[in-house]
């Protein structure tokens, strides 16, 4: 079996994290919010927003070999987790564990005592 590795996100996953971020929605949130709100969110996610995003914030994704499976992004400076999101076929494996680890690591690095996220629905119990 291959290793979870996480790293730092790079442009060219762009394409990826928006499919990832696309299918996540789509297939996890679309359980506990109205259709309306699941378009709304769906228009916004876009590869040309994700690469607007990577300006001003830090992403990080998971991946087992080439596949990107799960990603985070947060800010540094906000003090805040804009995000994270695992392939809904990956759920319950610790990988989003893993990812929200490796950026309160960040964080605690960067002398950050107190983050902030704002949850979906369906991951209040993870956090």
Known sequence: ?????????QLKDVEAIAKLHRRTVSEINATFYPPETIKEWLTDISEE???QQFKNSIWIVAEIG???IGFGQYSITDREIYQLNVSPSNLKQGIGKTLYNYIESDFRK???????????LNAMAFY
């Open 1 to 9: 079996m291959k290793k979870l590795q996480i790293r730092k996100a």
């Open 49 to 51: 927003n994700t690469k």
């Open 66 to 68: 080439n596949k990107i």
């Open 110 to 120: 960067n002398r950050k005592r107190e983050i902030s996220i704002n949850s979906t």
